[in-house]
């Protein structure tokens, strides 16, 4: 059940647009398709691991667009966030816990692009390192009272990845294995 009315209206956009594009989850359905993100948190859930975007020039959970190999959105979510971050051993939750949709200007080269994000939690190891990869300026750990540039959106999927997490990630780590499964 979303947790929000906004969440519930994202979702039933979602699957309109996946009913009306059999290839929505793939870059090349435009003007919008689907990706998956994830906010990676600390194993006591007290900060949280960013991304300075390299094109976008702000502060981002780990995400990105899915790749025909990709399994499922919690697949994709997790390839991103271990790509992204360099930290291997990742926890991710089984579900998601938050629906966007936002312009993404860089993106297709047309600027009316538009990404139906998936985000997904995951814990990382205790004393995990992470590294800067090509698509990033940096990455850095944050305070979850002290996030950079706190748009209510990234405050709202920190909170929200917190209460899944709270609720428990499986120990192994296991997620959905299919795209149609992901369920929110």
Request: aromatic share 4%.
């Amino acid at each position: 059940m979303p947790p929000t009315l906004d969440q519930a209206r994202l979702r039933e956009r979602y699957l309109a647009h996946l009913r009306a594009h059999p290839d929505g989850v793939y870059r090349s359905c435009v003007p919008d398709h689907l990706t998956a993100s994830c906010l990676v948190l600390s194993p006591e859930a007290d900060r949280v691991l960013l991304t300075l975007h390299a094109k976008a020039r702000r502060w981002f959970q780990f995400g990105g667009h899915l790749e025909a190999d990709d399994g499922s959105l919690a697949g994709a979510a997790g390839r991103e966030a271990r790509e992204e971050s360099g930290i291997a051993g990742l926890r991710l939750g089984p579900r998601p816990v938050q629906l966007a949709e936002h312009a993404v200007p860089f993106c297709g080269g047309t600027g009316r692009v538009h990404h139906l994000d998936v985000r997904f939690a995951a814990v990382a190891p205790a004393g995990a390192r992470p590294a800067v990869s090509e698509e990033s300026l940096d990455v850095r750990w944050w305070p979850v009272d002290a996030l950079p540039d706190p748009e209510p959106d990234l405050v709202e999927l920190v909170e929200l990845a917190r209460q899944s997490i709270s609720a428990g990630v499986p120990a192994d780590g296991s997620v959905d294995s299919s795209v149609g499964g992901a369920s929110t």
